[in-house]
């Protein structure tokens, strides 16, 4: 079944009768000026080249190869094409943290985006460079979830990533415990696949259990990077129209654990770096590259077969055509007094009218 990749370009075919009608006012126009001099068939052999017919054939031409390069843009199919897709990459799965301390501004200026946004943009920027690793998601607070398993649909991650927010998770905290062991639940069992946790946290760590979580997965083969989110100087927590506060009634304060963070990765046998810093998404990528790519196989899938050469083809033998076809008569045909013979019969016919 034909079908077409860009079918609101087909809409230009309505620029083939206007291109038509301007040559229309034109042959028009030249028959009204010649007329000025005139009877047509008195002035005929005072022009023995011209050609009554070679213009209407030229301009059939063009049209002809201009409906074609319109076909070409909306990028016609037909039948189907079986492909085959070999990727190589490393299985990245992301431990996003949305208990309410993310809430909290990501610098020392309060009036920054809060850690969570920031996180957020820095997932986009990192799953854009990714290649054809496969990365999931999961999220965390006093509980760990599932919200994406290993994919290469890059837009649906970030689709599912732009939907985090800390109400989301009934139990709130921080167990990063619960977030690795249950990432580490999500890789495959392909042992020449390298695999990688990405943990994206402020690290403050209600717990205490995550590196012991960190040094298990590590003795399956998993590396484990941190990305630190938050100031170190501390932050207030926004909560509706003022700020969380303790039992006491004091205003809650919260900053990134950069030493905890630090831990995690050296345990983790990776690397720590400070979301703030404009090259930290450099330096965990440089990372990410350094682990071994592996095979996921090859994906068969169909797509639609591309027609468009035989368009093009066509258009470009039109096109030529036209360059060739000269309005005048063709020397070798004037000895056939081919085009004489019906340009005297035309003549006659008019004189006779």
């Known amino acids: 079944m034909l079908d077409f990749a860009n079918p609101i370009l087909l809409i ?10 301007l040559y ?4 028009l126009s030249r028959r009204r000026k010649i007329a000025r001099f005139g009877n047509p068939s008195t002035l005929a052999p005072l022009m023995p080249d011209a050609s009554h017919y070679k213009a209407g054939i030229k301009i059939t031409l063009q049209l002809i190869a201009l409906a074609a390069v319109v076909i070409i ?15 190589r990459g490393i299985e990245v799965m992301i431990a996003f943290d949305a208990s309410r301390s993310m809430l909290a501004a990501s610098t020392d200026d309060p009036k920054s985006i809060s850690r969570l946004k920031r996180a957020k943009l ?16 999961v999220v965390f607070a006093g509980d760990a979830k599932v919200k994406l398993p290993l994919t290469t649909d890059y837009y649906s991650a970030k689709l599912i ?5 800390p109400s989301l998770m009934p139990y ?34 209600h717990d205490g259990n995550a590196i012991d979580a960190t040094k298990a997965v590590v003795d399956s083969g998993i590396q484990v990077n941190v990305i630190g989110v938050g100031t170190s100087k501390g932050a207030r927590i926004p909560i509706g129209s003022g700020y969380l506060t303790d039992n006491d009634g004091k205003e809650v304060i919260t900053a990134v654990n950069e030493n905890a963070a630090k831990e995690i990765a050296k345990a983790g046998k990776g690397l720590y770096v400070n979301g703030s810093n404009t090259d930290a998404l450099d330096k965990l990528v440089q990372q990410l590259d350094n682990l071994q790519k592996s095979d996921f196989g090859a994906v068969k899938y169909k797509n639609s077969a591309e027609q468009f050469p035989l368009f093009a083809w066509l258009a470009l033998t039109l096109l030529i055509c036209d360059i060739l076809l000269l309005e005048r008569k063709t020397s070798w045909l004037k000895h056939i007094h081919f085009f004489a013979e019906l340009n005297k019969k035309k003549g006659y016919r008019r004189e006779k009218k």
């Open 12 to 21: 230009l075919l309505v620029s083939l009768p206007v291109v038509y009608f």
């Open 24 to 27: 229309w006012l034109a042959k």
């Open 73 to 87: 843009l909306a990028r016609p199919r037909f039948g189907e094409t079986e492909q085959t897709d070999s990727k």
């Open 122 to 137: 820095l997932l986009e920027k990192l799953t854009d460079r990714l290649g054809n690793d496969k990365v999931g998601l």
């Open 161 to 165: 990533l732009n939907d985090l927010d």
């Open 172 to 205: 709130q905290g921080t167990s990063i415990s619960e977030a690795i062991n249950l990432s580490k639940k999500c890789f495959s069992n392909k042992k020449d696949v390298k695999k990688c946790i990405i943990l994206l946290t402020d690290a403050e760590d």
